[in-house]
């Protein structure tokens, strides 16, 4: 599963959280000089999850992904 860093932001600056369904904080990281992250999700149970991109000027873009 993979994350490119916001679009415009200037890298380092963005963090990312994975919650599950409930909301309840599974990951987070930063992703300091990085244009982007892949997340291992194989150990992850099936179920639907939320992916928060956040930066440093208080931007915000969720997705969420389904694990089958």
């Known amino acids: 599963c993979c994350?490119?860093?916001?679009?415009?932001?200037?890298?380092g600056s963005t963090s990312i959280m994975v919650r599950d369904a409930?909301?309840?904080?599974l990951?987070?990281?930063?992703?300091?000089?990085?244009?982007?992250?892949?997340?291992d999700i194989?150990?992850?149970n099936p179920?639907?999850?939320?992916?928060d991109l956040l930066t440093?000027?208080?931007t915000s873009h969720t997705r969420r992904f389904v694990k089958e």
Do not use: C, H, N, W
């Open 3 to 11: 994350f490119p860093a916001a679009e415009g932001s200037p890298p």
């Open 22 to 25: 409930s909301g309840r904080v």
């Open 27 to 39: 990951r987070s990281e930063a992703m300091a000089g990085k244009q982007g992250l892949t997340l």
């Open 42 to 44: 194989s150990e992850m």
């Open 47 to 51: 179920g639907i999850y939320l992916v």
């Open 56 to 58: 440093a000027d208080g």
